[in-house]
């Protein structure tokens, strides 16, 4: 056996360094690059060999674990899942602020391979810094909290675990039916131990991504269910982004005169401007999908998970049937659905090409409700604080605006703000966003001029994800202008990737909607009888001992500037118009502080979503929204 003697994370390097990804017959290197924070769990061991030779992977350092492991996920979910990214941090905290980003990229789907150090697999040196120690077993290390939210966890304890460990990574790393964090703890004594590693193993890998093909029986059961439908409607989910499908959904959706509603992962597969296309369906959808959605007598999901916030919690669409394409076996059945398991793309077109002359029985239903929310989002754009105003979000906080109003000196309403920002911004700029109350407006809102150009998070909707999202998302599209639409809240979170994108040269723009507040919370509390508690950013009263004082400000233009950042304070709408356009000339980062009125965002569209309210309460407006629940919950599927 021919062998080569190397360190076992010199021998990781090689080997990542050598696997590629096969998709329509075209090759592709698979792992571009490593975010690195380096400690004493990695820094001489794979740090080492990342100096020595790190072949033609890429080094990027991060400023934060879990910022930079977001800027890997957000990476991979804009290239696809045909390329990815992989992180290495040190053992203990900085292998735990992983955590979170394992998560999010499970929850979506999306491929990471996360290198933690871990503890001495000699256990000579115990307890190490960072050994947490736990007294029933001493196997136990941080690592070990990755196990719950990795599609695939390993632990290379000896130098020729690796071979096997690295092998099953890439098996999952590359499945398109069940991705997510691969997670491989190196255990610091390990990554620097020598071994005589087989030269087969760093031979050129090319891992094809298959397109699955579907049984003929599942044709003829879809074909059969959708000819005995009048009005289906097609949910277009993020697996339509990644089987790059969008064309045979369109020629689909056009054959049969099909309309469809987007998912936030699918949503800008298909431009917005596309007359069969809904918009966002769901809790955070619009009127159109909406309404078609409630009245369609078969749902066809195709690549969706189907999450609370596409069915409504179950309640949109409950009566209709549900045909699914999916990929996965497990997203398939959700629903209790008629299931096609195979790739969105060859799905499509084997159920196209046996349906024949079947047509659906939409009149103008579907343009007509398209206007109507045309008309709808020419009034969420126009709208303007004044005299008498009625915010969208009304009745919870409608006598303290005049106060957010003096003391942001600014008048601006959430939706004119996005409006606008989708008006001056290049068609192939991308938005990214996750978390807040934005999610929901751009969902709704944000018109997609050009394909794969919206960037949501929201199969964990992670706070912070935003702007390590969009240095991620400008690493795999650098010719485009991208912007980060973040809330107050998420950019306290995380925004430190902010200072790589500066580091790195990678123009990323983050545009900033300061409402003083955990927003969408807020209006969630109040929606369901509570008060406002403990979620708008006011200072700790010392006359009531609550959070209930002079509403806080914070000057973020001035804080990013110090870090080198292009940043502009936005009070009105032209000052807006002046700073967005100044920022597509800047070729640093930028960042917009853009100061807007509470509850002056979007409101939820004939959908319902289903939370845990209180069953027990003093308190009226609580016992009222526990019952508006229950009646909600006993029209919405049971499961
Ligand atoms: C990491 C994380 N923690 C908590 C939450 C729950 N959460 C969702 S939105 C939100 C507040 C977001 O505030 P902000 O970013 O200012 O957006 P706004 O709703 O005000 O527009 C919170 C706390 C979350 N999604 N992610
Ligand atoms: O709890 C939440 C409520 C949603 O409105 C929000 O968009 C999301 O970030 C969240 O976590
Ligand atoms: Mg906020």
């Known amino acids: ?41 990695n820094v001489v061991g794979l740090g080492q060999a990342l100096e020595e030779n790190p072949g033609d992977l890429e080094v990027y350092q991060g400023r934060n674990e879990q910022g930079m492991a977001n800027a890997a996920m957000a990476f991979a979910k804009q290239k696809h899942r045909k390329q990815i990214m992989a992180c290495t941090s040190s053992v203990g905290p900085g292998a735990a602020n992983m955590v979170t980003s394992a998560a999010t ?77 691969v997670t491989i703890g190196l255990p610091q004594d390990v990554q620097g131990e020598a071994w005589n590693f087989p030269v087969s193993f760093f031979e050129k890998r090319v891992h094809r991504i298959e397109r699955r093909q579907p049984s003929l029986e599942s044709i003829k059961d879809a074909v059969k269910l959708i000819q005995s ?8 989910g993020g697996g339509v982004r990644y089987s790059e499908a969008a064309d045979a959904l369109v020629e689909f959706s056009e054959r049969f005169n099909i309309p469809f509603g987007e998912t936030q992962a699918g949503k800008s597969a298909v431009e917005s401007s596309h007359p069969l296309n809904l918009g966002g369906v769901g809790v955070t959808g619009n009127l159109a999908a909406n309404q078609i959605a409630k009245d369609a007598d078969l749902i066809i999901g195709v690549g969706t998970r189907f999450t609370d916030f596409t069915t409504g919690s179950k309640h949109l669409f409950a009566e209709a049937d549900v045909l699914t394409i999916n990929i996965s ?46 008309r709808e989002l020419n009034r969420l754009y126009e709208i303007k604080y004044g005299e008498g105003f009625k915010p969208e979000i009304a009745g919870q906080l409608d006598d303290k605006l005049p106060e957010y109003v003096e003391v942001f000196g600014s008048q601006l ?41 919206y960037h949501m998070e929201y199969g964990y909707s992670c706070m912070g994800y935003e702007i390590a999202g969009a240095l991620g998302v400008k690493l795999a599209e650098p010719e485009r202008e991208v912007y ?104 640093v980062s930028t960042l917009i502080d853009i100061k807007v009125l509470p509850k ?25 929204a526990f019952e508006d629940k229950k009646i909600n919950l006993d029209k919405a599927r049971t499961y």
């Open 1 to 41: 056996m021919n062998s080569i003697r190397l360190t076992t994370a010199q021998a990781l390097v090689r080997f990542l360094n050598a696997q590629y990804v096969e998709f329509d017959g075209k090759q592709e290197r698979f792992i571009k690059g490593i975010f690195t924070i380096f400690g004493h769990g």
């Open 229 to 236: 439908k009048k009005k289906p409607l097609l949910i277009l």
């Open 413 to 453: 309403t959430q939706t004119s703000v996005l409006g606008f920002v989708n008006h001056l911004v290049d068609d192939h700029a991308i938005v990214v966003g996750a978390a807040g109350s934005l999610p929901g407006d751009l969902q709704r809102m944000w018109v997609s001029k050009t394909r794969n150009t």
């Open 484 to 587: 980060a639409m973040t809330g107050d809240g998420s950019y306290l979170m995380l925004h430190t990737e902010l200072v790589t994108s500066l580091q790195e040269g990678k123009k990323i723009n983050v545009v900033l909607f300061d409402n003083s507040g955990f927003g969408c919370i807020n209006n969630l509390q109040m929606g369901n009888g509570m008060g406002s508690f403990g979620t708008e950013f006011r200072k700790r009263n010392p006359e009531t001992g609550k959070m209930d004082g002079n509403i806080m400000t914070i000057d973020f233009a001035k804080v990013a500037e110090g870090y080198g950042v292009k940043t502009y304070s936005v009070r009105t709408l032209e000052e807006l118009k002046a700073a967005l356009v100044d920022a597509k000339n800047q070729t």
């Open 105 to 181: 990229a499970t929850a979506n789907n999306i491929p990471v391979l996360l290198l933690p150090g871990d503890v001495f697999a000699t256990r000579q040196p115990d307890p190490v810094l960072q050994q947490i120690e736990q007294t029933h077993n001493l196997s136990i290390s941080t690592n070990d909290a990755f196990r719950a939210v990795s599609k695939y966890w390993d632990r290379v304890s000896r130098p020729e675990q690796l071979m096997s460990a690295m092998l099953n990574a890439m098996r999952v790393l590359t499945n398109p039916a069940d991705t997510g964090a």
């Open 600 to 624: 002056t965002m979007s409101d939820g569209y004939d959908s319902w979503w289903n939370v845990g309210v209180a069953e027990v309460s003093e308190k009226e407006s609580i016992q009222q």
């Open 329 to 374: 076996e497990f997203h398939a059945a959700k629903l209790d659905a008629v299931k096609v398991v195979a790739d969105a793309k060859v799905g499509l077109n084997a159920i196209s090409e046996e349906l024949g002359p079947y047509k659906t029985a939409y009149e103008s239903e579907i343009t007509d409700a398209k206007q109507a929310w045309q």
